[in-house]
């Protein structure tokens, strides 16, 4: 070692080298010095799911064979037999939209079970599919990690078939299915928890209403997700309130604005919260300052119903709709599930095909060029002056946890982005490394126009990804980035993109309708409200009468006489459940007094997909005169309840 003089020490220079990956990084590409984390942070198996963004959830029981959105649990297990089941075209389909996984619905509220499970007779061994023989859950995998896709489950936790549901023998049943499950296909990335517990149902010939306490019936934390734990330790669990990953709060595939993936599940009153027992005013936004790391996930269906309805053929979500809600779901920090439903056939129909193949080819084109791939950067402050470990030059190397951060204390930086040449773009994307939290409270967007910065953008709950739409394409050179936090920022991404165009058409025929320019109202057995908003074209007015004694009846005289098809009822659209008919009854007549029913049933998950419900008949009804009951409504405590109906159709295809 050297000297200079005795206060002076001389280092060696593979010492200096050693010291300066010790104060900025390890050979292992590991940061030192790096921000502390603020918040809650994501777990391993959350990281994966934020990274997947996308991912599927197919629904194929019985109650496809029944045109049913919820099955009641009394279909025979011999009536589900799809003869050209394919889940490579299902696969295939959901990968050329861009999607990373696929859920398979195991088993639904209606019970049956989609593998020879041994703890009910009421499974696919029991069906004549594959003589008997046969495993759906196990093919929808193979399909699955063929094309490259992660593999998830769900299983109902609400069995409308069980006669032991509501004891502690179904309860420990449902475990093992769970058991079975996560033992016999391979790794998980989630496990799927529905929220809708308990109601009435089939439950072994019963035919009756059973209520469980939801808070405690499962035992969720003290038995059931331990499970999981145990055996999946890479899924996320799913339900209303996580513990992993939490509902939206609706099944529109959006989610707020500003939606935190920091959240903290409160039950009803303030109670426990379990799936299908939560206060839900936090479910979209999520909170700043939760106790949690529990993204949102936004599920929708690509048609209006979960199961395969043909009368919806005609309305599948076209790739610009699909493209609309990866921006409010993916690009507001959550992911998209999107449920895909095959045909009796079990394939899924050429226009929902063609959709998906229409979105991803619409994603891929949008996001295949960074226009900022050439930008340069100046930063109000780097943390340590380390521009290499912690520069914004990091921002473009398409590392979700590579970054740019600041200094302890600089808590509001600016970024100034030089684009060169003009760059013509109308979405803005930006990342945080959320190994660190979610850091960021806001972002300001300037654009430099005629010598001075102009506000162009703004976001909030930036986390995994924000993609910011812009009203109409801008071209500048110049940006700014305005960045506020409580803590030193870590940014990972910086994106802009011009969204690309769709050619996709689908030319599926609508369903006809009896004109109703003649229809009479001869007896209403409802009191107060417009009848006439029930038939005025619009699905932005209805029909809401007065507190009524549950069931009564609305006779109609459609002027001549019909062969109806089928008939379809809109609930209304406004966002509000009361009066959303549950429970019907449909009868007919050709002369206005002796009448015959036609259809009885209900309308399921009304509350949370209030979409048009549309009941066929089987061969046809000629009638001149019909009379539609309501027995119940969703929601309603007692027999008392109003009725709301935003459109009524009779159809005649």
Request: charged fraction near 20%.
């Amino acid at each position: 070692m050297e000297y200079r003089n005795s206060n002076t020490f001389i280092r060696p220079t593979w010492l200096l080298a050693l010291l300066a990956m010790a104060a900025c990084g390890t050979p292992n590409g590991q940061l030192q010095n790096e921000p502390e984390p603020y918040g809650p942070v994501p777990t391993a198996a959350q990281l994966n799911w934020h990274e997947m963004e996308l991912y599927c959830l197919i629904h194929f029981t019985p109650t496809t064979f029944q045109n049913k959105e919820w099955g009641f649990g009394d279909a025979p297990a011999n009536s589900f037999n799809p003869l050209h089941f394919d889940p490579d075209q299902i696969a295939k389909a959901a990968k050329s939209a861009g999607f990373n996984g696929l859920i398979s619905v195991a088993k639904h509220h209606d019970g049956f079970c989609l593998w020879p499970t041994k703890t009910t007779d009421y499974n696919i061994s029991h069906s004549p599919w594959r003589n008997g023989r046969g495993d759906m859950v196990k093919e929808f995998m193979e399909a699955t990690r063929k094309y490259g896709m992660q593999f998830g489950v769900y299983v109902s936790a609400w069995d409308r078939h069980d006669a032991e549901y509501g004891n502690e023998k179904y309860a420990e049943a449902y475990r093992e299915q769970l058991r079975e499950l996560y033992h016999g296909y391979g790794d998980l990335f989630t496990s799927w928890h529905d929220g809708a517990n308990g109601g009435d149902g089939y439950y072994g010939g019963a035919n009756e209403m059973r209520r469980i306490d939801r808070s405690t019936y499962y035992q969720w934390e003290e038995k059931t997700w331990s499970i999981t734990r145990d055996m999946q330790p890479g899924a996320v669990i799913f339900s209303d309130i996580g513990p992993d990953t939490r509902w939206v709060g609706n099944e529109k595939g959006i989610a707020p604005e500003t939606s935190w993936a920091t959240f903290t599940p409160i039950g009803p009153g303030g109670g426990k919260a379990a799936p299908g027992h939560v206060d839900d005013r936090f479910l979209g936004s999520g909170q700043r300052d939760g106790r949690h790391w529990i993204p949102a996930e936004c599920d929708v269906p690509l048609r209006p119903g979960w199961f395969y309805h043909p009368e919806q053929d005609h309305q599948v979500k076209t790739p610009d709709q699909l493209f609309d809600l990866y921006l409010k779901s993916v690009g507001r920090g959550a992911a998209l599930n999107l449920g895909l439903a095959p045909n009796t056939e079990g394939l899924l129909h050429p226009a929902d095909v063609a959709s998906l193949a229409g979105f991803g080819k619409k994603l891929t084109e949008t996001f295949a060029t960074n226009l900022a791939a050439d930008a340069k950067f100046e930063a109000s402050n780097v943390r340590n002056g380390h521009t290499d470990h912690f520069g914004p030059n990091n921002l473009l190397d398409d590392d979700r946890y590579s970054y740019w951060a600041t200094d302890d204390g600089e808590t509001s930086p600016q970024l100034v982005v030089e684009l060169g040449t003009g760059k013509t773009f109308d979405l803005i994307r930006l990342r945080e490394n959320i190994k660190l939290g979610q850091r960021l409270d806001s972002v300001l967007v300037d654009s430099w126009e005629g010598g001075t910065w102009t506000p162009l953008a703004r976001a909030t709950s930036i986390g995994s990804s924000r993609i910011i739409p812009l009203e109409k394409p801008i071209t500048t050179q110049r940006l700014r980035l305005r960045l506020f936090a409580p803590v030193p920022v870590a940014l990972s991404d910086f994106g802009l993109f011009k969204v690309a165009a769709s050619s996709y058409v689908y030319d599926g025929a609508e369903r006809n309708h009896v004109d109703r320019a003649d229809w009479q109202l001869i007896n209403n057995g409802f009191e107060g409200g417009d009848p006439a908003l029930a038939i005025d074209g619009r699905d932005d007015t209805f029909w809401l009468t007065a507190d009524t004694d549950l069931p009564q009846q609305v006779t109609i005289d459609m002027g001549h006489t019909h062969t109806l098809t089928g008939f379809s009822y809109l609930p209304r659209q406004d966002g509000d459940a009361t009066g959303l008919v549950s429970r019907y009854t449909f009868a007919t007549s050709s002369d206005g007094d002796a009448w015959k029913t036609i259809a009885t049933g209900e309308f399921s998950n009304i509350v949370a997909n209030p979409i048009t419900q549309y009941v066929a008949f089987d061969g046809g009804a000629k009638a001149r005169y019909f009379r539609f009951t309501v027995h119940a409504t969703a929601n309603a405590a007692g027999k008392r309840s109003p009725v709301s109906i935003a459109e009524f159709n009779i159809h005649n295809d």
